[in-house]
């Protein structure tokens, strides 16, 4: 952006604080007769009774998901966009690396036909697919939950083993290592390969790079945001091959080169020089 740019960027900037100060004031004159604005009342970690949610400081919580009340999440793990992990009546213990994604709901059980109290419990580096309901049941390190199951109470998923999208878990029913599961109700259909048990701890991997993308995104200020807004509008609709033609050479500002190169361990975006 260039000095013109930036100036009239500023400018604008500082007619809007203007009109929300002149907003506030008006606000003021009208006394009890303005317009009240309803907030919304969401909150991303929430307590419930006593109980308050315990979260690794580099865990991914997405502004749209919610975590109430006894909730354990252990580092590196990610909880995704509308997520809900509700410890109220008893405890969500989740381990490190684990993805949840998107729209998966999280619930335990106080009790139960069979008189049983169950947490639901989540290892290390389990992948959760988008929309799944996971209720009062143990889900065991390096394990797969396909999109869309159903896993009920007592369920225990034992390491490597893999629920199938959709698939309904019935109570107390044990997945055993390496086999894969899915129908309604859930039953044995096959053995895990070699290659599909590798690729379980590889999506936790790309699961835990991909949230810190995600993470330095909504991390960033209203300024940095519309500041990007108006360098990619500078910079589109270019011609790479007609200003080859030209021997114009335009350089893409660092701002604007997303971070893909994330490594195990590294929280800074490799960013080209």
Not at 100 to 129: E, S, Y
Not at 154 to 179: C, F, N, W, Y
Not at 259 to 272: E, S
Request: glycine share 10%; proline share 3%.
């Amino acid at each position: 952006m260039g000095t013109l740019g930036k100036a009239i960027y500023t400018v604008g900037f500082w007619i809007r604080e203007t009109g929300q100060a002149m907003d506030r004031l008006g606000s003021r004159l009208q006394g009890s007769y303005y317009f009240h604005e309803q907030l919304s009342r969401h909150r991303t970690l929430m307590n419930i009774f006593d109980k308050a949610p315990s979260v690794s400081k580099d865990v991914f919580v997405a502004p749209s998901a919610s975590i109430i009340g006894d909730v354990q999440i252990g580092r590196a793990s990610s909880i995704w966009y509308g997520c809900v992990l509700r410890g109220d009546v008893n405890h969500i213990s989740v381990g490190s690396g684990t993805n949840i994604q998107d729209n998966c709901l999280v619930h335990v059980a106080k009790t139960n036909l069979k008189g049983k109290v169950l947490p639901t419990i989540i290892g290390d580096n389990v992948t959760v697919g988008h929309s799944a309901v996971l209720h009062g049941c143990t889900v065991e390190d390096e394990s797969f939950v396909g999109m869309g199951a159903t896993l009920l109470d007592g369920v225990v998923v034992e390491k490597h083993g893999m629920v199938a999208a959709g698939a309904l878990v019935r109570q107390d029913t044990r997945i055993p290592s390496g086999e894969v599961w899915g129908g309604n109700p859930a039953k044995f259909l096959r053995k895990l390969t070699e290659e599909e048990i590798a690729f379980i701890s590889k999506s936790a991997t790309n699961y835990s790079n991909l949230a810190q993308v995600h993470a330095a995104e909504n991390a960033k200020s209203f300024e940095e945001i519309e500041f990007e807004k108006a360098l990619r509008k500078k910079h589109a609709h270019k011609d790479e091959e007609y200003d080859s033609m030209l021997g114009v050479v335009r350089e893409v500002p660092q701002e604007l080169i997303l971070p893909d190169n994330i490594l195990p361990g590294d929280k800074t975006p490799k960013v080209a020089a």
